[in-house]
């Protein structure tokens, strides 16, 4: 009894084991029949398990038989169906259960294929008893991974939303790629609005910037680029201005179950980005407000210095000390309206903060201090406008100063305006790189400035 029971314990392993197909090619030589037993493998090919009295050339041949029967939904455990072939095969049996098809190519038409067709019923029988366990194993399989990518989910939940650089979030996005998918490689590739860059992995080559890569609305869902070997997934991550795409390779295309993990992850890491976004806006913004608030402390104190300054020297002094600090420049001219000589003339200059003599060079305006609404610009940007240029607007006989302009490096000019009326101009320079560019507060303080120390020249006429 104990040896029966070993020996149907054995008859069953070696049948859920793929000794099924075995049986089955042991029946077909013995039968005399020349044949090739196959199932789907990537669409429009068939991979071949088993032959008999034929030695196939490769393990994979194309797809010219399913076409062959109906594509209706299996009723019964297995079912066997026969069909004329084409040239290549004069005659296909099918063998399909629920989930899954298994085809006998033959190579000669039988006699009498209802008489074949009844031979192979059981052994289509072991057939189908070989495909449940395969399917029972590969539901297992699946089970385990789907339960090791909730659990990568998990602990990607912990960090992903972590504030973090974009190279580095792309570097932890392919690690949590490559641990939960295991796929051959992995790629991110970055939008650079024309182009398309390498932003974390290797790459042989790097795609066109077309088809997906191009599309203006990216859904964070997988779309399958390539589908022979290797099998090609692109996964675009994007929100705003910020376009990547993880551009993953299998030996085989991906399974339902790993493109909805993608495409899970694919929502979370564009959540991520998101939030990261608006946390560095929400940064910029408090920052923003504190650089503002300093700007207000800092330009009342001045505005106080300047209005208790005693004299007319002393105040062009402070004015130019003012100015050259605000932006850090190091070389400073103030021109002002001189009543007396009923012209403009060069009052304070300043070169690497040193106080020069005085220019006595006057530049005459006999109708009193210039007015023309071009003198309310806020400021003048030399690279742009040429100091003869700025003067002309205003209806001055271009510029007496050119030369120590020129020798000040001077990047931009102030008017100082009363009303429509040029009291002043202030011109600032400097010789060390990196410090000649104002940036748009900066600008605005010194306008501001100049706007208040127009005011205060009424104290001195």
């Not at 030589?29 to 196939?56: F, H, N, Q, R, Y």
């Not at 797809?63 to 066997?80: G, H, I, N, R, W």
């Not at 095969?89 to 294929?113: F, H, M, N, T």
């Not at 990196?434 to 104290?459: K, V």
Request: proline letters at 6%; a negative charge.
């Amino acid at each position: 009894m104990s040896e029966n029971i070993n020996e149907l314990y054995r008859q069953v392993d070696f049948i859920i084991s793929g000794g099924a197909v075995k049986t089955l090619t042991d029946f077909l030589e013995a039968s005399g029949i020349k044949a090739v037993i196959s199932e789907p493998g990537i669409p429009g090919s068939l991979d071949v398990i088993g032959a008999a009295g034929l030695m196939p050339s490769s393990l994979t041949i194309p797809d010219e038989v399913s076409a062959l029967f109906p594509k209706t939904v299996a009723k019964e455990a297995f079912e066997l169906a026969y069909s004329d072939g084409k040239k290549s095969w004069p005659g296909v049996v099918r063998i399909r259960g629920a989930q899954w098809e298994l085809y006998i190519l033959l190579q000669d038409k039988p006699s009498s294929p209802d008489a074949l067709t009844a031979e192979l019923k059981p052994y289509a029988g072991l057939i189908g008893l070989w495909e449940t366990s395969r399917k029972i194993s590969e539901t297992e399989k699946k089970l385990s991974r789907l339960s090791y990518m909730i659990l990568a989910t998990k602990s990607t939940l912990a960090s992903i939303f972590e504030p973090m650089p974009l190279q580095y979030f792309a570097s932890f996005l392919a690690d949590v790629l490559q641990e939960s998918l295991f796929p051959k490689s992995i790629v991110i590739l970055k939008d650079e609005g024309s182009y398309l860059t390498v932003f974390n992995g290797k790459a042989d080559s790097i795609p066109e910037r077309k088809g997906i890569y191009a599309a203006q609305i990216l859904p964070p869902t997988p779309v399958v680029v390539k589908n022979d070997v290797p099998a090609e997934v692109v996964l675009p991550v994007a929100d705003g201005d910020c376009r990547l795409f993880c551009l993953i390779t299998w030996d085989k295309l991906p399974d339902d179950q790993t493109m909805n993990f993608l495409e899970l992850l694919g929502n979370l890491a564009v959540r991520a980005i998101a939030i990261n976004s608006l946390r560095s806006q929400s940064r910029q913004a408090e920052a923003s407000i504190s650089a503002g608030e300093f700007t207000v402390l800092s330009l009342s104190n001045v505005l106080k210095v300047l209005r208790g300054a005693e004299g007319r020297a002393k105040f062009m002094s402070l004015l130019v000390d003012i100015f050259m600090e605000q932006c850090r420049m190091q070389n400073c001219i103030l021109v002002s309206w001189n009543k007396s000589r009923k012209g403009y003339t060069l009052s304070e200059q300043r070169r690497g903060h040193i106080k020069s003599d005085a220019d006595p060079t006057l530049l005459p305006s006999a109708e009193g201090p210039v007015k023309s609404a071009n003198v309310s610009e806020s400021h003048y940007d030399l690279a742009e406008m040429p100091p003869d240029a700025v003067f002309r607007s205003w209806g001055l006989a271009g510029c007496p100063w050119k030369d120590a302009l020129k020798e000040s490096s001077a990047k931009y000019i102030f008017p100082v305006c009363d009303d429509n009326s040029l009291v002043g101009i202030i011109a600032l320079g400097s010789g060390t790189e990196g410090r000649t560019a104002l940036d748009r507060s900066q600008l605005a303080s010194l306008q501001l400035i100049a706007q208040f120390a127009a005011y205060e020249f009424r104290r001195f006429e």
